[in-house]
């Protein structure tokens, strides 16, 4: 069978992803897999599985695939809604739209990979190499670039990992490795860059996935938001739950949120810290945050991932009344150069070392949304508790496990309402 063949035919889909995903134990990742499930770190829970399954080999970049459901997006959308899915094109569409929202007018993919591969300036250094200057879109291809450029010069130092599925394979970490790949292999037409180095493993894993973007500082908040919906849809598909494939959803933002709402799916009482430690967090309060980021409009979620939005300005953006959020951003996006400004004034946040007393003193002031913080709610859990205390020795498994994580979830009650309480007193 061809290669293309092959691919027509195993080219895969989101519901590979509906069984339940273990956690990790590569050899080098076997310290998280101790720190995320326990038990001896040289044994990990799928010994046999995966430990001795992992291999590295060159692949065909055209026979691996990436998963729909990364939580780093590298192809920004606005390039993904020109571009035809072709990968022989992608780049020609990611220029395009470069040129089309401002960029370097004169940019050429060729010459910019050729200079930065020799690591001489292809144009005068303040055409690219100022990132605070540059649009997100450029951005996003330069440091691309960036990669491929150093791949060339020293070789790829970290192989990718995959999970065969269908004759091809599914990315599970490692996309912008291969589309560094890609761009090389369409830039000098050189077959050595026609196959990459890939781990095989035996079986997806959010888990894994997530202690490798953890290990990154560029993840941004949206990014963070899909890292903690996955590996909590995971602990809920442990549970038996069943969650709709990514390709059911006409937005990608919809797949994630269906863990949004925190009475349906709370974190198992025992998980915060398993989660915490999963994605490089320090603080059980920011869970909370990125889950409530899952809610957040279309236009805002989609326009904060292109853009490298903060997370302190996206959960503000949270907590406004409903609809407010989607007319502010769309309100912003009027003045593409000083979108981010425009929310953070409006939101009450100081967005500038200069800025004067006065603008300060004008800014609209911020309003919150505390409806999800009525006292009922805290108080029926309280109630539960009590009763449960109340029974002690007689109360049953089931129930005292109800009763921890209501527990937890007062607990996060008590941390959102102790921010709402700061921010207001201010």
Request: net charge negative; glycine share 6%.
């Amino acid at each position: 069978m061809s290669s293309r063949n092959r691919r027509t035919q195993g080219n895969p889909d989101a519901d590979m992803f509906t069984a339940t995903n273990n956690a990790p134990d590569a050899p080098s990742l076997s310290e998280i897999t101790h720190e995320i499930y326990g038990g001896d770190p040289n044994r990990g829970p799928l010994e046999g599985k995966l430990g001795k399954g992992i291999s590295a080999n060159p692949l065909p970049i055209r026979d691996i695939f990436p998963d729909r459901r990364q939580p780093r997006r590298v192809i920004p959308s606005s390039v993904h809604a020109v571009w035809d899915g072709n990968m022989d094109g992608l780049f020609a569409a990611w220029t395009a739209v470069i040129k089309d929202v401002g960029g370097n007018a004169n940019f050429d993919l060729l010459e910019t990979v050729k200079a930065k591969s020799r690591e001489l300036p292809a144009l005068d250094e303040d055409d690219f190499l100022d990132d605070v200057r540059l649009h997100p879109i450029e951005s996003s291809l330069l440091k691309l670039i960036d990669l491929a450029a150093s791949i060339k010069r020293d070789g790829l130092l970290n192989p990718i990992s995959v999970v065969p599925y269908n004759n091809v394979y599914m990315l599970e970490t490692g996309e912008r490795r291969w589309l560094a790949y890609h761009l090389l292999y369409q830039v000098t037409g050189e077959k050595q860059w026609a196959k990459i180095p890939a781990h095989i493993t035996g079986q997806f894993s959010v888990w894994r996935q997530a202690s490798e973007n953890s290990a990154r500082d560029d993840l941004n908040a949206i990014s963070r938001a899909r890292q903690f919906s996955l590996l909590l849809m995971d602990v809920w598909q442990q549970d038996g739950r069943v969650f709709e494939p990514i390709t059911a959803f006409e937005h990608e933002q919809d797949y994630y949120a269906q863990v949004a709402d925190s009475k349906d799916f709370r974190v198992p009482y025992g998980m915060n810290e398993k989660l915490i430690s999963a994605m490089g967090l320090t603080h059980r309060s920011a869970l909370s945050e990125f889950r409530a980021m899952l809610r957040l409009p279309h236009v805002a979620w989609t326009t904060a991932d292109d853009f490298n939005w903060p997370r302190q300005t996206l959960y503000l953006l949270t907590q406004l009344p409903p609809g407010e959020a989607e007319v502010l951003v769309e309100t912003a996006q009027e003045s593409q150069d000083n979108m981010l400004s425009i929310i953070q004034i409006a939101l009450g946040q100081d967005n500038s070392d200069d800025q004067t007393t006065e603008k300060k003193n004008r800014q609209k002031p911020f309003r919150l949304d505390t409806s999800v913080l009525e006292s009922r709610h805290f108080v029926a859990g309280a109630r539960k508790v009590g009763r449960a205390i109340d029974m002690g020795m007689r109360l049953r498994d089931n129930k005292r496990q109800e009763a921890l994580s209501e527990i937890e979830a007062l607990r996060t009650w008590l941390n959102e309402a102790e921010r709402i309480l700061k921010r207001t007193r201010r």
